[in-house]
Nanobody, 119 residues
């Protein structure tokens, strides 16, 4: 499975960005798709995750601001990020996992895309 992410960039606080990720290869094995992020000097953390029946899991700090969605027919996942804050600044990684558990560690990772939120 290969994951190709797009989107990200520089935005002012309060602004919005949309990240997209397309999966290719053995996509039939994918159960969950989602986004993690890693800020400088911090550990990578789960931002949002979604499975094939649209169950979702979000990082507490992004609830109400970020929305994850997926298109199973196109094997894509998107993250709509609103009301962005400087603390959302990080490298965002698309990830996919086999099975349907939103708790399990993803097996597949895409390249990171930078999100910078200026104050």
């Amino acid at each position: 499975v290969q994951l190709q992410a797009s989107g990200g960039g520089l935005v002012q606080a309060g602004g919005s960005l949309r990240l997209s990720c397309a999966a290719s290869g053995s996509t039939a094995t994918i159960g969950t798709m989602g986004w993690h992020r890693q800020a400088p000097g911090k550990q990578r953390e789960l931002v949002a995750r979604i499975n094939r029946i649209d169950s979702t899991r979000y990082l507490d700090s992004v609830k109400g601001r970020f929305t994850i969605s997926r298109d199973n027919t196109k094997n894509t996942v998107s993250l709509e990020m609103n009301a962005l804050k400087p603390e959302d600044t990080a490298v965002y990684y698309c990830a996919a996992g086999e099975g349907w558990s939103l708790q399990a560690t993803p097996q597949y990772w895409g390249q990171g895309t930078h999100v910078t939120v200026s104050s």
